[in-house]
């Protein structure tokens, strides 16, 4: 699967590309939506196509919602469809049923769980594409302490690390 990554802060983007290796899937990374745009357009002038892109909700010069837009526009009268997954730490009653009202497949809430990753890119694999009516991956829990830091998702990151790299969790 061709995966686009969207994400303005350059932690989670590395984070997301090593997870997504780690399973052994290739992401093309970019800062922003505008940029989400030209790649995706380089890439069908090249006769090929991101299948999925998880994009980030709020970004500087072109968030989440406009480049959806702006891909869904683009898609009216072809027969492929990308799939997008909207991410966002705005993980607020109403901001799912607002993204995917805007055009997005599914919504991954911040920080990004591993496992709730790998359900979304399960359950939008090629094969299992006609299932179109996306499944709440996780709520946003009304603990403060849960939601502001998860120890679990430390060792996540711990296993992502490599050597020579920068570090994950102090960068």
Same mark, same amino acid.
């Given at each position: 699967?061709?995966?686009? =990554? =969207? ?8 984070? !997301?590309?090593?997870?997504?290796? &780690? ?7 970019? &800062? ?14 090249? $006769? %090929?196509?991101?299948? !999925? ?6 970004? *500087? ?13 683009? /898609?009216?009268?072809? &027969? ?11 993980? =607020?009653? $109403? ?14 809430? %911040? #920080?990004? %769980?591993?496992? /709730? ?8 694999? *090629?094969?299992?594409?006609? +299932?179109?009516?996306? =499944? #709440?991956? $996780?709520? *946003? ?5 849960? +939601? ?6 430390? $060792?996540?990151?711990? /296993? !992502? +690390?490599?050597?020579?790299? *920068?570090? !994950?969790?102090?960068?």
């Amino acid at each position: 699967m061709r995966i686009l =990554v =969207v994400d303005d802060n350059e932690t989670n983007l590395r984070i !997301l590309e090593r997870q997504l290796a &780690s399973w052994g899937m290739q992401s093309t990374c970019v &800062s922003s939506g505008a940029k989400a745009l030209i790649s995706m357009r380089r890439e069908a002038k090249a $006769g %090929k196509s991101y299948e !999925l892109a998880i994009i980030d909700m709020q970004m *500087p010069e072109m968030d989440g919602y406009e480049a959806t837009a702006e891909i869904r526009r683009r /898609e009216q009268g072809l &027969s492929t469809r990308t799939i997008i997954i909207a991410m966002t730490a705005h993980a =607020v009653d $109403g901001e799912r049923e607002k993204c995917l009202g805007a055009g997005m497949d599914d919504y991954l809430s %911040k #920080p990004v %769980k591993a496992h /709730e990753l790998a359900e979304i890119l399960d359950r939008w694999s *090629p094969g299992r594409r006609q +299932q179109r009516e996306p =499944v #709440p991956t $996780g709520t *946003p829990d009304s603990d403060f302490m849960e +939601q502001t830091f998860d120890a679990s998702l430390l $060792g996540s990151l711990r /296993e !992502l +690390q490599q050597d020579g790299s *920068p570090d !994950l969790i102090t960068a």
